[in-house]
C-alpha cells in the first residue's frame, strides 16, 4: 500500500509539472507590417533629331521660318509607381498679340491611338509602368503663312506633365474630364530630397 501511494504521488507532481510547463509557454505572438504611400514622380526630357537619325538633347535657341518643321522629341519617364499620365503644351509669344497662332494642332508625331486630347491636356491612355518612358510628340510644325510681323520675335513652347497613380483610378476618356477632378500636385519627396540619383548627367 505505501508502494503504490507513492505512486500516486509522483503522478500528481507530473501532472503539476506538465501545467506548470505550459503556463509559462503561453505566449503572445504580435505581427508588424511595414506599409509604405506611394510615390508618384514624372520627369520631362527633350531631344531632337540628329543628321544620321539618332537623338541628342534638345538644344535652345532655334533659329524658325515660316514653313519649317522643329524636331522636338518631348518624353515623359515615369520614374516610381504605376501612374496615369497627361500633358499640356502651351504656345507664348513674347509680343501678345501674336498669341494663338499656332497651336497643339501644329505639334507632329502625336500617336493618337495612345493619347486623347481632352479639355487643353493629352491623356495617355494606358498606365505606365514604373520606369516607363512614352513619347508626347516628335516635334512642330511652323506655319507658312507667318509674315513680317514675326520676324525676330521669340516663341516659348511650354510643356507641362502631370500624374497621378494608376491603383483605384479608372480615367472616362468619353468624358471632357477624363481623371474626374482629380488634380496632380508636386512630388512631395522627389529623388533629389530622397538622397537618390536619376541620372549621373543630371547631378553633375
Given amino acids: ?4 501511494h ?4 509522483v503522478g500528481l507532481a507530473i501532472v503539476l509539472s506538465i501545467g506548470g510547463v505550459w503556463s509559462y509557454f503561453t505566449d503572445t505572438v504580435q505581427v508588424k507590417n511595414t ?22 538633347p534638345y538644344e535652345d535657341p532655334k533659329t524658325i ?7 522636338k522629341i518631348v518624353k515623359i519617364t515615369n520614374e516610381e509607381q504605376s501612374a ?16 494663338g497662332s499656332i497651336g497643339v494642332e501644329d505639334l507632329t508625331g502625336i500617336d493618337e491611338k495612345k493619347w486623347v486630347y481632352k479639355n487643353g491636356y493629352f491623356y495617355y491612355r494606358d498606365p505606365v509602368d514604373s ?19 514675326y520676324a525676330n520675335c521669340k516663341l516659348y513652347i ?19 474630364d477624363p481623371w474626374n ?24
Fill in 1 to 4: 500500500m505505501k508502494k503504490r
Fill in 6 to 9: 507513492v505512486l500516486i504521488i
Fill in 35 to 56: 506599409v509604405q504611400t506611394g510615390i508618384v514622380e514624372i520627369f520631362v526630357d527633350e531631344y531632337e533629331k540628329t543628321e544620321d537619325g539618332g537623338e541628342k
Fill in 65 to 71: 521660318v515660316p514653313g519649317d518643321e522643329l524636331s
Fill in 84 to 99: 496615369y499620365i497627361r500633358a499640356k503644351v502651351e504656345f507664348e509669344f513674347e509680343r501678345e498679340e501674336l498669341n
Fill in 131 to 149: 520606369k516607363g518612358q512614352i513619347t508626347l510628340f516628335e516635334g512642330v510644325s511652323i506655319p507658312e503663312e507667318w509674315g513680317n510681323e
Fill in 158 to 176: 511650354y510643356v507641362t506633365a502631370e500624374a497621378v497613380q494608376s491603383a483605384n483610378m479608372e480615367p472616362n476618356y468619353e468624358a471632357e
Fill in 181 to 204: 477632378g482629380v488634380k496632380a500636385e508636386v512630388c512631395a519627396y522627389p529623388k533629389k530630397e530622397r538622397g537618390e540619383i536619376r541620372r549621373d548627367s543630371e547631378e553633375k
